[in-house]
């Protein structure tokens, strides 16, 4: 029997669910909405198994599912050593957000990751400590500024409304998640430079999970 | 491999550090994290084990010793003073897209000597006693010395701006090219339009004015010359075994006149050495040798590394950190100079004996 995690509510899920129906394989909740069992119909030997999007990377990588539907950004930030641990089956076309870095809007000498460097060292030498970026993507936008050759920063922890911490002064940037850019204006910050990630619902399988020969049959009874 | 096996190793190693004059200490295992975090920033968060103290805060699992070696000095030491220790340090190794077949230790031995001394020869005393320690295991031992590569860029034509922008990156090398790259054209001037959005933040309008009145001032200032960044690139690529490397130095200071200080400075370290009975033909003067390093020496940096093992860390790595021990001293400014053995690796090279 192959185990197939799915995020277990929200649009996330329904859209999990339209995605599989296009391809024939017809998921839904079994009994009640808040019952977390699933049903499969249209192919033989899945079991569904409806999870908080963010355990699927556990979960995966643990083998206690086949395959897990969840974002980029979660397998990355969670995962690490990620690509011994997981495959990316498809991308799904769906949950598209970007992790960006972003600033006060009136900085208005601020276009750029050099004048954020240049920023962030003229911060540290004013207020004796290092310019704070508040985000719960820790591992990711280390890794990205550690590339990028800046320093003079650090991360603060922040699990959500993380961009509200600006205007209550508990950091000087953010790093987060955005899909539409509405929360960041009405904010009143600003997105510098490039994604530091772009990130999509993706199909991954288990490579601890095992069972290829079942999984490679679903996957092509996907047309994957 | 057995534990005891590689503590024995770093006992012999501290037996040395003990006849050279050190004395030992132990610091805690458990270290404020401020202090570290302040100073190593980000780099050290990704690599300590950082946990919470319900009394003391967020403390660290010691991922070196400098810092609380510096601090004990400081407390109740005079100088001239020699300490050593043998202790586990504890690292994690966050690796990247794919897992290590082989991970390397997040938890091993480090057995250190630490010299606060102003004296002309403290350089020479640390590096030679750690060269003759590992004599035997046929290590590669490498040297650079950043004061010298700072003091080449202290002597560009450049403006005060320009010149500390410049040092504060040197230990970034593809910022420090940037930089450089951009104070050798014509620089573009920048408008910047008054925000329309609210102010928001810790960062004050008069901060961002005066960075951009910088900005002004720096458009109005003269490209670098080429043959400067030429002097430099050249400076940055000499690498050599050092008798060679110091007669390029030298060539090289008649052109930077302000780095004869620091090349006749190298070459009194390498005739001490000589003197210690050292083959200075053996050591790698390498002029780069500190940019690829944490931002914490700013003198002679050197390692000793173990040929045919390239996924290995350096065997050993010291040099002088006169401005991380002036940052702790709180103004107080104590000249210091020491490096770590990794018992563990000298044990997979077969030991001292």
């Not at chain 1, 839904?28 to 808040?34: E, L, Y």
């Not at chain 2, 080429?226 to 130095?249: G, N, S, T």
Request: aromatic share 6%; proline share 5%.
């Amino acid at each position: 029997m192959i185990r197939l995690g799915v995020p277990s509510k929200g649009r996330l899920m329904e859209q999990t669910f339209d995605w599989f129906a296009e391809r024939g394989v017809r998921l839904s909740r079994a009994g009640s909405d808040r019952e977390y069992a699933g049903r499969v119909e249209g192919a033989e030997n899945v079991a569904l198994v409806l999870l908080s999007a963010g355990e699927i990377p556990r979960e995966l990588r643990a083998g206690r599912i086949h395959l897990g539907v969840t974002g980029t950004d979660l397998i990355r930030e969670k995962l690490p050593g990620w690509r011994s641990h997981v495959e990316e089956l498809a991308p799904m076309g769906f949950g598209h957000a970007d992790l960006i870095l972003a600033v006060p809007d009136c900085w208005a000498d601020c276009e750029g990751l050099d004048d954020f460097a240049t920023i962030a060292r003229d911060f540290r030498a004013e207020h004796g400590f290092r310019l704070r970026i508040a985000t719960k993507y820790h591992r990711l936008v280390r890794a990205w500024l550690s590339a990028e050759e800046v320093a003079d920063y650090q991360l603060v922890d922040s699990q959500g409304a993380t961009e509200g911490t600006v205007a209550n002064l508990t950091a000087e940037a953010i790093a987060d998640i955005t899909s539409s850019g509405e929360t960041l204006r009405a904010n009143h910050l600003k997105i510098i430079s490039t994604p530091i990630l772009r990130s999509q619902a993706t199909l991954l399988r288990s490579v601890a999970a095992g069972d290829a020969d079942a999984v490679q049959a679903f996957a092509d009874r996907l047309g994957l | 491999m057995s534990k005891r096996e590689k503590q024995a190793i770093g006992q012999q190693i501290l037996a040395a550090f003990r006849a050279a004059g050190a004395e030992e200490v132990a610091p805690d295992l458990l270290l404020p994290a401020e202090t570290l975090l302040d100073l190593y920033g980000e780099d050290i968060r990704a690599r300590a084990y950082v946990t919470q103290d319900p009394i003391r805060g967020e403390v660290m699992l010691r991922p070196d010793f400098t810092v609380p070696v510096v601090q004990m000095h400081m407390q109740n030491g005079a100088e001239p003073a020699r300490y050593c220790y043998l202790g586990e340090v504890f690292r994690k190794q966050d690796q990247g897209e794919l897992q290590p077949e082989h991970p390397r230790d997040n938890e091993y031995l480090q057995a250190g000597f630490e010299l606060f001394a102003r004296d002309a020869e403290a350089d020479a005393e640390v590096f030679a006693l750690f060269h003759s320690l590992l004599a035997p295991l046929g290590l590669r031992a490498s040297m650079g010395d950043m004061d010298l590569l700072m003091d080449a860029v202290r002597a560009l034509p450049l403006s005060g701006a320009r010149r500390a922008a410049l040092l504060h990156h040197i230990w970034r090398p593809r910022r420090f090219a940037r930089l450089l790259a951009r104070f050798s054209g014509q620089p573009e001037p920048r408008n910047f339009s008054q925000p329309i959005a609210p102010w928001s933040g810790l960062r004050g309008r008069e901060e961002m004015q005066r960075r951009i009145d910088r900005l002004q001032a720096d458009a109005g200032e003269l490209p670098l010359p080429a043959i400067w960044v030429a002097r430099l690139e050249r400076l940055f690529a000499i690498d050599a075994p050092a008798p060679e490397a110091l007669r390029q130095l030298r060539e090289l200071a008649a052109e930077i006149p302000d780095i004869s200080e620091a090349v006749e400075r190298l070459g009194r370290n390498l005739a001490l050495l000589a003197a210690r009975g050292i083959d200075t033909d053996g050591i790698r003067f390498d002029a780069s040798h500190g940019r690829h390093t944490m931002e914490y020496y700013d003198g002679m940096t050197f390692s000793f590394v173990a040929e045919g093992h390239a996924d290995w860390p350096p065997v050993a790595t010291g040099g002088r950190y006169d401005a991380l021990a002036a940052v702790l001293g709180q103004g107080r400014a104590i000249p210091a100079v020491g490096g770590i053995i990794r018992p563990g690796l000298v044990h997979e090279l077969g030991g001292l004996a």
